[in-house]
């Protein structure tokens, strides 16, 4: 397997080429700027005065060119005469376009090897140079005011930010793109579960495939433990119900009723144990598919079969209100909460209806009931699997308290949500919220 850089190394070197393209694009910019041309005036007065002063020191001994370079000095221009020109500052950029407008303006000046820098200490920028007179020496020049018709200290901040920003974004994306492996395995890890799910493609850093690798490797593994589950459950439940099955035909031989009545109610619990324990742990791979169904019809059916079985149900809602879901998982959700309620109340309601605050208007289903409630502070705890709150509702409870934890486990498979709370009259309302 090749080596590759993981992904603080790849950082590393995104910011190393970030701050490299910065410097050197800042630097060419900075140093296209700095060769501006002041205003044409300016250029010219400065040709007028070199070209002067040039004749004049030149035309003067040795000895004297200095005291004639200070009187020559105004209060625009300060020159000094020198064998040999002083060194420029570390910082000046040569004014190229200013001195193409001075030898334009005096083109004598042109075999004088004239020079022109500037030079910017703070926001007081200047000009200064120098010229050479007939015999090699040199005339230093430089001007007295700081020149203001460039703010060259804002100009230089806007060069030096345009590209720092470009480049900025540009490492962002780069960023993003080698970070995007990370959220396509964040993603996958979000719907692990709730859907097929294959492997995630392992791509970008080092660090990033095996991480992707081990996450593929960890789903294998999973899937294999459900996938055995399952099947063991299957052969449980099978072996479970054929002696279920012999017990329920023995029991019609038994010739005393009452003890015939309390062997077939053993069998029946135990058949809804059962049934309940491979509805719960066998359902990670339910073959169901969704197909559009009669919501309305699917509850009225419902509460006709409490009514024919004697209890006192009713139901509230529209005629017709279809549906694309897993009938047998939501029928299997709505059974169970009709069950509790007919067993801990006198009365049962079971509404349907469209909720319009939701986008597309999503379905709710309310089983409510008259009975005792449940505490407040048991709301949330009785939703857990295994959880009897006998205390809590007045009567004795079969099963193995997975009645409500296979209500939240179905419809958050069915992409909805449900909530228990007490009436405000009495009794518990269950309320399952499906999307359209």
């Not at 019609?252 to 309390?262: E, K, M, N, V, Y």
């Not at 073959?287 to 919501?295: H, L, N, S």
Request: net charge negative; glycine share 8%.
């Amino acid at each position: 397997m090749r080596p590759s850089i993981g992904i603080a190394g790849r950082i590393v070197a995104v910011l190393l080429l970030t701050l490299l393209l910065e410097f050197g694009v800042s630097t060419m910019l900075y140093e296209r700027a700095s060769r501006f041309a002041v205003r044409e005036d300016e250029a010219h007065r400065l040709a007028e005065h070199l070209v002067i002063s040039r004749k004049l020191i030149a035309d003067e001994a040795s000895e004297v060119r200095a005291e004639e370079a200070a009187e020559l000095t105004t209060d625009r221009y300060a020159l000094r005469w020198e064998r040999s020109l002083p060194p420029p500052p570390p910082i000046a950029p040569s004014l190229d376009s200013m001195r193409d407008q001075i030898v334009a303006w005096e083109p004598s000046l042109a075999a004088a090897d004239l020079r022109v820098q500037l030079v910017s200490p703070g926001r007081d920028p200047y000009v200064t140079g120098g010229l050479t007179l007939p015999d090699g020496s040199w005339l230093y020049f430089r001007t007295v005011a700081p020149l203001v018709t460039v703010d060259l200290a804002l100009e230089r901040i806007l060069l030096t930010l345009i590209p720092a920003v470009a480049l900025m974004i540009v490492a962002i994306l780069v960023v993003r793109r080698m970070l995007f492996p990370l959220r396509r395995l964040a993603a996958a890890a979000d719907d692990f579960g709730a859907g097929d799910g294959g492997a995630v493609p392992e791509a970008g850093p080092g660090d990033v495939r095996r991480v992707t690798a081990a996450f593929n490797r960890m789903q294998q593994r999973i899937r294999r433990l459900i996938s055995d589950q399952t099947q063991a459950l299957a052969a449980v439940g099978h072996d479970l119900r054929t002696p279920l099955a012999r017990l329920k035909l023995r029991a019609d031989g038994i010739g005393d009723t009452s003890l015939r009545q309390a062997v077939e109610g053993d069998v029946a619990e135990m058949e809804a144990m059962v049934a309940s324990l491979l509805a719960f742990l066998g359902g990670a791979d339910d073959p169901e598919q969704a197909v559009r169904i009669d919501v309305a019809v699917m509850a009225a059916t419902i509460v006709d079969s409490l009514c024919d079985a004697g209890h006192s149900a009713e139901y509230d809602g529209p005629d017709h209100l279809e549906l694309t879901v897993k009938p047998v998982s939501l029928k299997r959700a709505v059974n169970n909460l009709t069950s509790n309620a007919v067993r801990y109340g006198e009365q049962v309601w079971l509404r349907v209806s469209q909720d319009v605050s939701q986008v597309g208007g999503g379905i709710v289903i309310a089983v409510e009931d008259d009975g005792p409630g449940i505490s407040e502070a048991d709301l949330a705890r009785v939703l857990e699997p295994f959880v009897r709150l006998d205390d809590a509702r007045g009567r004795d409870t079969v099963g193995f308290g997975l009645g409500l934890a296979i209500v939240v486990r179905t419809v958050d498979r069915l992409g909805g949500t449900f909530a228990l709370s007490n009436r405000a009259e009495g009794g518990l309302r269950a309320v399952i919220t499906l999307p359209v």
